[in-house]
């Protein structure tokens, strides 16, 4: 072990988490509705499969595009051979125009201030190189992704300090909670650099209201610290109320071309709202020229290919076909939502009400057998084993009460949902359930607060070596 670096042998990757855990237990048996019926069924995927028609479609009409021509000439040669770290000025174009589309016009997005990179991974990552030091720290409302403990710590040396939200709002981000997570830094001698967000929220589903988001506007700029807002999900908004980019709220505030503005950052990509994570396209939108320039630099550790972008820049440049897409995407994604979240309200199981997103954020909390962390994981064991369902615990996003859980969607077919539905039902219905005392189940689903444990929210700063704090 002595020969290899601190930081292959170090555990704060967070393979281990019970979020990538499910997954290597789909891996080893996938349901298959002909070749393997009694797999595990993949609902730990946050993965948009409902258009890929749409996309098809386009494809087949634009056979150009896909065969990388220009008036009838390969352009194959010119894509194969080396193109700088700037990227296509034709895709960056169809890109930030894109973007503005998607919320609504109501703000426009400069092409000279996008970075591309090879997804939103690489931009979250990206943007912790340029705003972070080893050691300092990114506040982050609970829940939140699993995998910002790896995207954003393990090679920056970054640290997340939990802004503690709860169901008794809606797992809304108050004041005091902001405040609290700033001062727990604080006591772990921890500066803080700034604040993360994903908007709509992975895993909850929901969008960021106006308000929050001048909270946090203000917040930042009382502590001179950086707002990151992830908006990757910002085209799967499928009910009111609708996207509020924080843009939006940087023009409506006249605080464009000021200091505070310069230290807003957005990620996006075309991961969820197109369904494409395997072409990894993200980018970075910045007002800081030092931002934009040191990221483009550091873009060329993850490039996307000039085939991709050539491809992608033919396929947005079509308003016609995006403005359908937007559209029915969208319609596509409430009615696998809601298909969803009545066949869970049939089974007695209640969902976080939202109206963006690949999941749902579910409350299992009557299902627990005690209200701890240990009974979570417990479900959880059941759910993936013997109910067959890869579903990822509330733990594993760090969610501060035991027995929510995400469940994605988009990623099957409505005969697959069905058939994980009715899985749940026999579990739900099953001999276990009896066993569970009335008294016991009222007050696991009255029960609004519960202390935090210790190893959910164990920062990865006590498992580093003293040179690397």
Excluded at 141 to 163: A, M, N
Aim: a neutral charge; one cysteine or more; hydrophobic letters at 35%.
């Amino acid at each position: 072990m002595g020969i290899l670096s601190r930081k292959v042998t170090c555990n704060t990757h967070g393979q281990d988490s019970s979020y990538f855990l499910g997954w290597e237990e789909y891996e080893k048996n996938p349901y298959d509705e002909v070749k393997n019926p009694n797999g595990i069924i993949q609902m730990g995927l946050a993965e948009n499969q409902l258009s890929f028609d749409l996309i098809e479609s386009w494809l087949a009409k634009n056979p150009e595009a896909a065969n990388f021509e220009r008036e009838g000439q390969s352009i194959f040669r010119e894509l194969a051979l080396f193109q700088d770290y700037h990227g296509l000025p034709s895709f960056k174009n169809a890109m930030a125009d894109f973007i503005s589309e998607n919320r609504g016009n109501r703000v426009s997005f400069d092409p000279k201030k996008l970075v591309l990179t090879a997804g939103a991974t690489s931009a979250n990552e990206t943007l912790m190189f340029c705003l972070a030091d080893p050691g300092d720290a990114f506040l982050l409302p609970t829940p939140y992704y699993p995998g910002f403990d790896r995207d954003l710590k393990w090679r920056t040396g970054v640290e997340i300090v939990p802004i503690q939200c709860t169901s008794a709002n809606g797992f809304r981000i108050t004041k005091s909670a902001l405040e609290e997570a700033y001062k727990q830094a604080q006591k772990l001698n921890l500066k803080v650099k700034g604040v993360l967000i994903t908007n709509p929220s992975n895993p909850l589903g929901t969008t960021t209201t106006r308000t929050e988001l001048n909270r946090l506007l203000d917040f930042v700029s009382r502590k001179n610290i950086h707002l990151i807002s992830d908006e990757i999900y910002s085209g799967t908004v499928f009910t009111s109320p609708g996207f509020i980019s924080v843009m939006e709220v940087l023009k409506e505030k006249k605080l464009e071309n000021t200091d505070v503005s310069k230290r807003v950052h957005i990620v996006y990509s075309l991961s969820k709202d197109l369904g494409l994570p395997g072409f990894r396209v993200g980018v970075i939108y910045s007002n800081d020229d030092l931002v934009v320039s040191a990221a483009t630099k550091m873009s060329s550790f993850g490039l996307i290919s000039s085939q991709t972008q050539y491809l992608l820049s033919a396929l947005l440049s079509d308003k016609n076909f995006t403005k359908n897409y937007l559209k029915e995407n969208q319609i596509r994604l409430k009615n696998r939502h809601d298909k969803l979240v009545s066949g869970l309200e049939a089974l007695g199981i209640e969902c976080l009400k939202s109206n963006a997103g690949l999941f749902c954020w579910v409350d299992m909390r009557h299902l627990l057998s005690s209200n701890t962390f240990e009974a979570e994981i417990e479900l959880w064991k059941k759910i993936v084993y013997e109910v067959k369902l890869n579903i990822s615990p509330g733990s594993s996003c760090h969610c501060n009460e035991p027995g929510w859980f995400r469940l994605c969607f988009a990623n099957m077919s409505e005969e697959t949902l069905k058939v994980a539905l009715n899985r749940l039902k026999m579990f739900v219905d099953g001999p276990s359930s009896t066993t569970r005392s009335q008294s016991e189940h009222q007050r696991l689903k009255t029960l609004r607060k519960m202390k935090v444990s210790n190893w959910v929210f164990r920062l990865s700063f006590q498992d580093r070596e003293p040179e690397e704090r």
